[in-house]
């Protein structure tokens, strides 16, 4: 048996965005390594049999970033976008699926931010004008409505973004032109979906840019491509996304994700863009992705507890079937030519690309990641809150180890979110890393509190406004009961996460003094200021206020803090940390800032960094 190695961890190739042909014949996906080799991401584009018969191949290959594989309607070509001409700037290329060179269709100095290839052979683009001058990062222009009311008709436009919004474009490929579609003013134009017969584009906008200070009010219009002409299909929910277009004898359909009215917080629903009526309401499950099937009908995946579930509408009952029940998480849907591909993953096998029919079997494409390594067993946990609501999680234990050689060091890690979910997946990345943590000798407990995905609106609408109190609550009572059963040593609790995790794991050691150790990635540690200074300003002020934030109660740590955190985070920004740093003084802790990097750690680096770091805390402290 191998050793896992951080190295390992970081360098894996990890598939993304599998698009199935319209004719059913072919899967295309993305692959890369999930840390970046250097300052930059490089992926690539792979292509195989959907029936999986040959191993697929890799496609045009650079290195750059490719993405966002998307087929012609006629299965004859692979659109996709690329900085293989210019590092950090995409273009829209195309590529016979047989292989060839790539052909580059555009060369805008803003670069391209999306598409939608129509069937008449045209492709619709989402882009910057090209002619509007990137404003100085320096200078930060910010209207209230009531401002611009009352301003004067000619003033000069102002983003409240260093960037200017995205617009919509139609681009002949043949002739290499391109002209605007349709008139939104200064809003910004932030996905567009082309109905299949070409007759009508769906697209979604902000009143902004950006998403700070947490104004960004969605639209939702329909466009023709031939006239530019809009219909104005009214507000649609918050945080409206993934449009997507199905039929039944009626007509066509537009289906689009968005949060379930009427709070900023809460689960996920499907909404009909006629009316904006939820398709979901009163499921007791979590809608993740839409798709549509290639024969007109929608298709979309439910994470269902700790596993997933591809579920088809039927118009006339106005319900989602299940088609097909996977252990473990799916994600990245898409379907065509009565086949679907999604990226599936269990406690045993790490991502990979599967297709097949919508009720299964899936067939994996490609041979299977990181073998001959022995890895910790991973058991699903069920249990009850104080308050007798159902939760679920997993336990992972260190490799060749039973419940028999317990107690263990436990670790706990909480997700972000907190609308997120543990799923019976492979536990292995560079902070989300169960498996990582079990091969130094520590067991891994993975907790769903209440406010996560999986178990419906309500489930996760319970902690608007009170975070850090009944989540943390359910995050003990799984701790106790782990430690009733022998599997933790009371006296060796450390606790991590990141973001949403990442407050509660420092809420945590605020309230008690139980854990050994704590790790603090990206965490909120004033909620007040993250509304005011974060992207998700009304959202986080829906969230909690002074009296959940942890700045409030930091001198109650006695508990030795790991703090990490990217020095470009606009989601949560590094003040945060800042905060949680200064607070703690001369008390044990590190504190980390990684450069170049957001929310998220992307370079390879920095992800060995905090994979070696964040076990060596966790194993020094808890030894």
């Not at 902004?208 to 023709?224: I, K, M, N, Q, S």
Request: aromatic letters at 8%.
């Amino acid at each position: 048996m191998g050793e896992l190695t951080a190295e390992a961890v970081v360098d894996r190739m990890v598939p993304r965005e599998p698009r199935v042909s319209p004719d059913g014949r072919w899967v295309v996906f993305v692959n890369g390594p999930a840390g970046y080799p250097g300052e930059r991401p490089v992926s690539g584009l792979w292509v195989g049999p959907a029936d999986g018969s040959e191993l697929p191949r890799h496609l045009a290959p650079s290195a750059a970033e490719d993405r966002e594989p998307r087929w012609s309607p006629d299965s004859s070509w692979v659109y996709f976008l690329s900085d293989r001409a210019e590092r950090g700037k995409r273009q829209l290329y195309r590529v016979d699926p047989d292989g060839g060179e790539p052909e580059e269709l555009t060369d805008r100095r803003a670069g391209v931010t999306g598409y939608a290839p129509m069937p008449d052979g045209s492709v619709v683009l989402v882009a910057p004008e090209e002619k509007a001058a990137a404003a100085d990062p320096r200078v930060r222009v910010v209207r209230s409505p009531s401002a611009v009311a009352a301003g004067p008709a000619d003033a000069p436009s102002m983003w409240d973004t260093v960037d200017p919004p995205d617009r919509l474009w139609l681009l002949d490929p043949r002739t290499r032109t391109v002209h605007p579609l349709g008139d939104f003013g200064a809003r910004h134009v932030v996905e567009a979906a082309a109905r299949p017969d070409g007759h009508t584009v769906a697209v979604l906008t902000w009143s902004v840019a950006d998403r700070e200070p947490g104004r960004f009010d969605p639209g939702l219009d329909l466009v023709d491509p031939a006239t530019g002409a809009r219909q104005d299909l009214g507000v649609p929910a918050h945080e409206a996304g993934s449009l997507t277009w199905w039929r039944d004898d009626a007509g066509w359909h537009l289906a689009y994700l968005g949060v379930t009215p009427p709070g900023l917080i809460g689960g996920n629903a499907i909404f009909d863009a006629d009316g904006h009526r939820n398709l979901t309401a009163g499921m007791s499950v979590c809608p993740i992705e839409l798709a549509a099937s290639g024969d007109g009908s929608l298709l979309a995946l439910f994470a269902e507890g700790l596993d997933t579930t591809i579920r088809r509408l039927d118009p006339a009952a106005g319900t989602f079937t299940e088609l097909l029940l996977a252990t473990g998480s799916l994600h990245d849907l898409s379907a065509g030519g009565g086949r679907v591909a999604v990226v599936g993953s269990t406690a045993t096998e790490p991502d990979a690309v599967h297709c097949g029919p919508p009720g299964g079997p899936l067939t994996r494409l490609g041979e299977p990641p990181l073998r001959g390594i022995r890895w910790g067993s991973q058991e699903r946990l069920s249990y009850r809150a104080e308050d007798g609501l159902e939760l679920d999680g997993l336990l992972v234990l260190p490799p060749g180890r039973t419940r028999a050689d317990g107690p263990f060091p436990l670790v706990t890690l909480v997700h972000g979110g907190p609308y997120d979910r543990w799923a019976d997946r492979f536990q292995l990345n560079w902070f989300r890393c169960g498996q990582w943590l079990a091969a130094a000798g520590l067991a891994v407990f993975l907790p769903n509190m209440r406010g996560g995905m999986g178990h419906g609106h309500a489930f996760a609408a319970s902690v608007a406004g009170d975070v850090g109190g009944a989540e943390f609550t359910d995050l003990l009572t799984g701790i106790d009961l782990l430690v009733e059963a022998g599997v933790a040593d009371e006296e060796r609790l450390g606790i991590g996460g990141g973001s949403h995790g990442g407050f509660v794991a420092a809420w945590a050691v605020t309230q008690t003094d139980r854990f050994q150790a704590a790790v603090v990635n990206a965490g909120v540690i004033d909620w007040p200021l993250l509304a005011a200074t974060g992207e998700h300003g009304r959202f986080d002020a829906a969230l909690g206020g002074r009296e959940n934030s942890p700045i409030e109660y930091a001198a109650n740590i006695r508990t030795p803090v790991l703090i990490l955190h990217g020095e470009g985070d606009t989601n949560v920004p590094l003040s945060q940390a800042e905060l949680l740093h200064h607070a703690l003084g001369d008390r044990p802790h590190e504190f980390v800032v990684y450069p170049r990097e957001n929310h998220s750690l992307r370079e390879r680096a920095h992800q060995l960094d905090c994979l070696h770091r964040t076990r060596a805390w966790f194993s020094h402290l808890l030894a």
